[in-house]
């Protein structure tokens, strides 16, 4: 640590001495530039003194290393919400997210009162075949009682090596019947598609975040639902609800699935050069022009907003729920080594009609609520992208949250009922027509030339929700 300190010293002494001599040499460059990287320079060397004084004169020994990411936390957190430093477990944590594959058990897990239980086995895993069931509490991993440990710890300690074994023992049922059982661990690929067929004719596909596999996932869900209705099928429900987003270029090939022609999103960052605009492969349609009708809320974000913007400003879908959250902005993860990673926000989402999704989400063309149970009113919202402190402004119309509640029977749900009713041609005396927000012409990116899902400035996401262990 002594050496990372010397180099800033060192680094600041330069920068000091640069300013003092480059005016002579670059006269091009204005004086007020100088002025101003000196200022950084000394702004610099106070960091190095104050790092220096909490070393020797802190109360008791720091730990440097904390010290330096609590510094650089510090001054990403002072950007925006979603600019952050990631250390390497942290950054291998969100490939494993974004990658939706790992090794492991293929169990989802909670913790509740200290006791961490299995939620439920996912299908053809090591876990389902070992035969664990959903309700088991699992009480030690590898002889180590999980009595006292964070859900994160025991998550980790149930991934690993493929073709290793780890042991489980659990306590079963009311009866507390204690089982062992020794499992190996597999590549688990986490299913972000969901699909069935609804009311005997309608293709109904959840997805639930935006990982390397979601496109592949759709693909076979929509082959699927397509074999089993055949000229039934009517069309199809996207729920996207709660989704918190994902791999940019997933959702691009998430609405490509539905058109094959014209932009799906645009991006600009800071540098207009930089702009950039994602188009439709023509070709790419799944769904033989087949009726859709979206489903979002105040939990879809990011990925999940460019995917019911652009369907919605291509008159491809119909969109139903409540406003979404609002996060429009890029984050480019930058990896620094063993160091980890750098989530940076680079640049901003923009719709095909040039609408911004920052802080204004997209509005259904139809809303819909939700009857929230009792003990759950007042709790059913979301804050919205709006509503983060130190969040990227835009304009004056900014948008709060709206209702996130989606009911566990779908007997129940009144947004996923109308989508049903609309694609049967059934009208309905409760669905509320909202117009949505007018593209904001000085906003909208300049010419740019077209790319593709490979041209990513990295991988651009809202990380997912935990994903399965």
Known sequence: ???????????????????GVLPHALPEFTQSAFAAAADTYRQLNLFGDVFEKIRNDYVEKPDEAKLIEAAINGMLSSLDPHSSYMDAKAYRDMQVQTNGEFGGLGIE??????LLKVVSPIDDTPASKAGILSGDVIVAIDDEPTQGMTLDQAVDKMRGAINSAVKLKIVRGASKEVKEFKVVRDVIKVQSVRSRVESDDIGYIRITQFTAQTADGLKVAMDKLHSDLGDKLKGYILDLRNNPGGLLDQSIDVVNAFVDRGEIVSTRGRNPDDAQRFNARPGGDLSGGKPLVVLINGGSASASEIVAGALQDHKRAT????????KGSVQTIMPLGQDGALRLTTARYYTPSGRSIQAKGIEPDTEILED???DLQGKDDTKGEASLKGHLKN???EKTGSQAYVPTDPKVDKQLIAAVDLLHGVKRADATPTTPAKPDASATPGPAASAGADALPGPAATPPG???K
Do not use: C
């Open 1 to 19: 640590m002594k050496r990372k300190v010397s180099y800033l010293a060192l680094g600041a002494a330069i920068g000091a001495m640069a300013a």
């Open 395 to 397: 304009g004056e119309d």
């Open 109 to 114: 897990v909670t913790q509740e009162d200290g």
């Open 372 to 374: 929230v149970p009792a």
């Open 319 to 326: 969109l139903i729920g409540t406003r979404s959250f609002g």
């Open 466 to 468: 935990d994903p399965p």
